[in-house]
């Protein structure tokens, strides 16, 4: 393994071209001995329309430092910047957009090694992606979590909190003028949502892969460590790139155990599955939806982290990390698995402490005996679905009910508060049209509202079924990700009013209690929805996206070209 080489044959190539790329580059003060060292890019995907980066400038530089000390020269470029709370209609339309522009703006540079300045939730993963595909050497860096949320004496969690508070509000059980103060100090410091919601998964999950430094999952945003953790990987880069090290050799079938593993044992997000397979995807790897299943039947839930558990990042980082989870869970982990710090997972996690078992638990004391999230099958769901079943209500867990459909989200908007709804606390919620095709781009809405007229009596929690996704920070009985997709006809899309459905997540089932004759009379008439787009991004996003249990990526991204020394920017 050697150094790609792609910097210096950029900058001593002979002729016109090295001539112009010396010029040019000297244009922004560097010098000749700059362009000797290795070419390191620094993929800063800040941007003021998402808070969750806010912190990314002052990281980026030192980043810089590290790279400068260990004798690399450092560039930084931007891509494209994912915002969960401002992007329309949903972020995940766009994650594989970003993950192109990650993967070819590291192809179409002249870079040595990258490290990808990541934080908000699909940034992660498209940067996964991106760094998979193009395989030069990579190290992922988060921006942190926030701190813990307040409202006086109260710890607050976004936005697990904002969902609930705002339910209270809406019942009539929290005044307005309570909930406007909750606003000023639920998020207050830079980072990323603090509760193990899908970016404090996923970052945590970059750890436990060997793809970013120990301590990239839970040092908080505003901590000094965020900032020698960046210095770190600065200087790491540097000697993966003079070595060669690919994410390749790194993000393997046993850092994607590792991955499932710790997702598991900490209640992630049901996001991860999705965001996992997509990577595995451009890696070659096989995923199925049976292995989550498998590892999380055999991986104790061990963290207690919100919205599955009662405490948030910030807790967890003071308790030991996510290298103390690893070091707990090391007996179920793959440790042999090399990562970005040139040692194996188990060695870097060797001095891990937990520092306070109500947050971190033992193998032999775990909160509950398997993982949080389970994979469902049935005639409902064919190709599988989804529960976090550590965030739903135990006594739903087992479940018959009528099922009230919802076609798509403007009916759900038109009809959930109508207090003529013929809805009953013990119905099952179905939602059509919200998946990958259908939304398209798969939305979070599969925790949709509970009815207003039950809302108002009591009820706080429902099944509720669908074809989109859930925000990480979500709780309730959520059966999420039901593939194939309504919208191309999956049998979701043949559920009327007062079918029976049956839940029973002990079994891992999900099964509609209607008979083949009437389903196949419905798959006949059934009409599929006209497309949304007709033209530019969103009309390539509905012709190639696959489904949930290949990622949502697009088909023609599958796989990986990993650049080459020869490939070079031409003039
Ligand atoms: Fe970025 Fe929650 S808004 S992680």
């Known amino acids: 393994m050697t150094e790609s080489g792609r910097g210096k044959t950029f900058f001593q190539q002979g002729g016109v071209a090295g001539f112009t790329h010396r010029a040019f580059t000297k244009s922004m003060g560097f010098d000749d001995e700059d362009m000797q060292k290795p070419v390191i890019g620094i993929c800063n995907t800040f941007s003021e329309v998402n808070n969750c980066h806010r912190n990314f400038r002052e990281l980026c530089e030192a980043v810089k430092r590290g790279v400068w000390q260990a004798g690399g020269f450092p560039l930084e470029f931007p891509t494209i910047s994912l915002g969960e709370i401002y992007l329309n209609p949903t972020s995940m339309l766009y994650r594989n957009l970003a993950a192109m522009d990650t993967e070819e703006m590291i192809r179409g540079q002249p870079l040595d090694g990258v490290v990808l300045l990541v934080n908000c939730d699909k940034s992660i993963a498209a940067a996964m992606m991106g760094a998979a595909s193009a395989d030069l ?61 899908t970016a404090s998964t996923m970052n945590s999950i970059c750890e436990a892969m060997g793809i970013a430094l120990p301590g990239n999952g839970a040092i908080p945003a505003v901590d000094a460590r965020r ?46 599955f999705i965001h996992l397979a997509a990577v595995a995807g451009r890696l070659g790897i096989d ?53 970005v710090t040139g040692k194996t997972l188990a060695e870097n996690v060797q001095s891990a402490l937990i520092q306070d078992n109500k947050i971190i638990h033992s193998l032999d004391n775990p909160i509950a005996p398997e993982g949080g999230l389970s994979v469902l099958w049935g005639n409902l769901a064919p190709d599988g679905a989804v529960i976090k079943h550590a965030a739903a209500s135990a006594n739903l867990l087992q479940h018959r009910g009528r099922a009230v459909v919802f076609q798509n989200m403007d009916d759900l908007s038109a009809r959930i508060n109508d207090p003529d709804l013929d809805v009953e606390e013990n119905d099952v919620l179905v939602l059509q049209n ?120 697009f088909d023609f991204l599958r796989g990986s070209s990993p650049v080459t020394a020869t490939e070079q920017p031409k003039f």
Not at 141 to 166: H, W
Not at 231 to 243: F, N, P, Q
Not at 246 to 258: C, V
Request: net charge neutral; charged share 20%.
């Open 137 to 197: 050497p990579a190290i992922l860096l988060s921006g942190g979590p926030m701190l813990n949320g307040r409202y006086r004496d109260q710890i607050l969690g976004a936005c697990t909190d904002c969902r609930r508070l705002t339910a209270e509000n809406q019942a009539g059980t929290l005044d307005d003028a309570t909930y406007h103060e909750i606003e000023d100090g639920i998020v207050r410091s830079a980072g990323h949502c603090m509760v193990m919601g």
């Open 287 to 339: 995923l199925p939806l049976s292995l989550f299943d498998e590892i999380s039947r055999k991986t104790p839930l061990i963290a207690s982290l919100r919205p599955a558990g009662k405490y948030q990042m910030e807790d967890l980082y003071y308790a030991g990390g996510i290298p103390a989870i690893l070091k707990e869970l090391l007996p179920l982990l793959r440790g042999d698995a090399m990562t």
């Open 434 to 553: 919200v998946g990958p095709i259908g939304a398209p781009g798969m939305p979070e809405v599969g925790n949709f509202p509970i009815p207003g007229k039950l809302l108002g009596r009591g009820v706080r929690d429902m099944v509720r079924i669908s074809d989109a996704r859930m925000s990480g920070t979500a709780f309730g009985t959520i059966v999420l990700h039901v593939a194939p997709e309504s919208a191309i006809g999956g049998p979701l899309a043949l559920v009327r009013d007062g079918d029976e459905i049956e839940l029973d997540v002990s079994r891992r089932s999900i099964i509609l209690h209607v008979d083949e004759v009437e389903l196949a009379k419905r798959r006949a008439g059934w009409q599929p929805p006209a497309p949304q787009f007709e033209r530019g991004y969103g009309r390539m996003y509905i012709e190639h996206v696959m489904q949930a249990p290949q990622g949502c990526d």
């Open 227 to 272: 900032l020698r953790l960046a210095e770190s990987a600065g200087r790491r880069i540097v000697t993966l790139a003079k070595e060669g090290v690919r994410p390749s050799q790194i993000m393997t079938r046993d850092a994607f155990h590792n991955a499932i593993s710790l997702l598991c044992a900490a209640g992630g997000s049901t996001n991860a």
